[in-house]
């Protein structure tokens, strides 16, 4: 299985940015898929998970400015980000949950300026 993250960038504070994580097969359609964060230094963590039956659970950091939704025919997860935060600052990958270490892709950077 492929999961390639992307639609990242460089944002003012404020701002939005939509990211996508297209997926081979029916991955998306039947399973709990996750976005995930890292920043330099810190250990990556989830911060938007959508359940099959389209349930959704944010961290705190993000509830209320992060949409994460799916699209199965495409075979796409997406995460809406709105009122984009300096702290929002970090490479963002998507997985399941609980991930699996051999799905890892590269991630997509995404730099909130002040």
């Known amino acids: 299985v492929q999961l390639q993250a992307s639609g990242g960038g460089v944002v003012q504070a404020g701002g939005s940015l939509r990211l996508s994580c297209a997926a081979s097969?029916?991955?998306?359609?039947?399973?709990?898929m996750c976005w995930y964060r890292q920043a330099p230094g810190k250990q990556r963590y989830l911060v938007a998970l959508?359940?099959?039956?389209?349930?959704?659970y944010y961290a705190d950091s993000v509830k209320g400015r992060f949409t994460i939704s799916t699209d199965n025919a495409k075979n796409t997860v997406y995460l809406q980000m709105n009122m984009l935060k300096p702290e929002d600052t970090a490479v963002y990958y998507c997985?399941?949950?609980?991930?699996?270490?051999?799905?890892w892709g590269q991630g997509t950077q995404v730099t909130v300026s002040s």
């Open positions: 997985n399941l949950n609980p991930p699996i270490s051999s799905w």
């Open positions: 097969g029916t991955v998306i359609r039947f399973n709990n």
């Open positions: 959508i359940f099959s039956g389209n349930t959704t």
